[in-house]
């Protein structure tokens, strides 16, 4: 059996625990005490690299609701942009047009601006346009109006993932790829963690990162108890090459209810050129059901887990219902979910796409009464850190969101602190952070 000692355990490489490792192993002195758990032979195998890879411009984000998400999304842009910089890895600043389809969703779009002032864009970078306007920038777009932001950027995050984790070995972190954290116990101040894979890693300090499974590591450890998650792939369609020209920006249309974490599908213009239809927002039973077989496996387990938690409550919400269905029909059809893009890019037909995209999976948390949690949950319990609902934009705020939970593990007196290696010191960015 394989025996790790370590100080920090942190659980999950994906963008936001390799984020986290990369940021801790930089301040310490001791790198060499943080181990990264991951459990595929590879890090950012799952949402990481399975995404719509938008450096989201903060404006969707209710500065209240969604505290957390706006703040880390705002600091987030200048972190990536010179992260790649320094990298020599691509960030587009190429913009992005946020439609509205009737008066109703024009409303939604005077909120934007509110929120994106809020949430620190400057007003040269939001501009509400109406039809004629649109129409100069983007003919073949159909709206009644439009909200264009220029700062908004498309990056490749599993290139930047691979990056990061290569600075954080660079600094001494040890990474245990193809390790399943398992068992989780702890006793006289320490933890152990038994792998599936047969390692056992005995550690002051945990960090769940753990992504769609990180409610289920949060529940092993008795925390989170009042909260379960529901999971909904996020499928896409290749557009053909006869689309390459059909806009110059990105199209996303005003969600029609967001306050479910249904997406409306939106004509993405990819880091490398690709243009896609997507995502929607499907129902299913766990964070890696990409497949039905995987779907159909989970669907027991998940049904268990939801009458325990209460999280089943959420059948009787008639509205989530009606909008799981059109997911669904999305899901089943093709032309039914390119025709929800054909509502604002009329030219596009669904025979001419043929090749699906990579679909990823966001699990989203809900409480007791059913209801979904809007921002991102980090609960801090008995020297562990666990991080729920990492959703969107939490590839864009993954820098910041781990250079404030570095700093928290280190101010909590988990490893002694070092001369700073990163691009960032972690204690200003967390500073920043401050809500
Ligand atoms: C369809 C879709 C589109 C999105 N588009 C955008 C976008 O354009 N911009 C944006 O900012 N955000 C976007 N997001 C959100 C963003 O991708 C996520 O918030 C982010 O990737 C979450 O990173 P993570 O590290 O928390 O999770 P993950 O990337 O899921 O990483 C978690 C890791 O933990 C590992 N793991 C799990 N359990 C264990 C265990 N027991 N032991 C060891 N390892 C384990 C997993 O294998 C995985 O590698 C999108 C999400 C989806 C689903």
Redesign the pocket.
């Known amino acids: 059996m394989l025996h790790v000692d370590c100080k920090v355990a942190i ?7 390799t984020s986290i490792a990369y940021f801790l192993s930089a301040h310490v002195k001791s790198p060499e005490s943080i181990v990264l ?4 032979k590879n ?6 690299s ?7 411009a903060p404006f969707l984000y209710d500065p209240v609701k969604k505290k957390t998400f706006a703040k880390a ?1 705002s600091l987030g842009y200048e972190m990536w942009q010179k992260y790649s910089d320094n990298k020599g890895l691509p960030f587009k600043r190429d913009g992005v047009l946020e439609v509205a389809l009737d008066d109703m969703e024009f409303s939604r779009l005077q909120k934007y601006m509110e929120w994106g002032e809020a949430n620190g864009l400057a007003k040269n970078e939001l501009q509400l346009l109406d039809k004629s306007e649109v129409a100069k920038i983007e003919p073949n777009v159909r709206c009644v109006s439009a909200l264009y932001c220029s700062k908004d950027a498309s990056v490749d ?1 599993g290139a930047l993932a691979l990056a990061l984790m290569q600075d954080l070995q660079s600094f001494g972190c040890k990474l245990l790829l193809g ?4 068992q989780i116990s702890h006793s006289r101040g320490a933890y152990s963690i038994t ?1 599936s894979q047969g390692a056992e890693i005995k550690t002051e300090y945990i960090i769940n ?5 990180s409610m289920d ?1 949060a529940h092993k450890m008795r925390v989170a108890e009042n909260y379960s998650d529901l999971h909904f792939r ?1 499928e896409y369609w290749q557009a053909p090459q006869q689309y390459k020209d059909l806009t110059n920006l990105s199209i996303y249309s005003v969600p029609k209810h967001p306050e479910y974490p249904f997406l409306d599908p939106h004509w993405i213009i990819r880091a490398d050129g690709r243009r896609e239809v997507g ?1 929607n927002a499907v129902p299913v039973f766990g ?1 890696y059901a990409y497949g039905w077989r995987r779907n159909l496996a989970d669907m027991l387990p998940k049904m268990i887990e939801s009458t325990k938690t209460g999280a089943l409550r959420i059948v009787f919400d008639k509205q989530f219902l009606s909008l799981a269905s059109t997911e669904l029909k999305s899901s089943l059809s093709k032309t039914a979910m390119i025709n929800r893009v054909r509502e604002f890019l009329p030219q596009i037909r669904p025979s001419a796409f043929t090749k699906r995209g990579t ?4 699990s989203s948390v809900i409480d007791r009464t059913g209801k979904f949690v809007p921002d991102t949950l980090v609960l801090e319990r008995d020297s562990s850190f666990h ?1 729920l609902n ?9 820098l910041p969101m781990a250079a404030n939970i570095a700093n928290r593990v280190m101010e909590a007196g988990a490893l002694p602190p070092g001369l700073p290696r990163s691009l960032w010191d972690a204690s200003a960015i967390a500073e920043k952070m401050k809500l």
């Open positions: 659980i999950g490489g994906g963008l936001l625990g758990v991951e459990q595929e890090i950012a195998q799952h949402t990481s399975r995404n719509t890879g938008k450096v989201h999304a995050y390790h399943r954290a398992h792998t990162a753990a992504g769609g499974s590591i996020g995502p964070p679909a990823g999976i966001r991080v990492y959703n969107s934009p939490g590839a864009t705020g993954a």
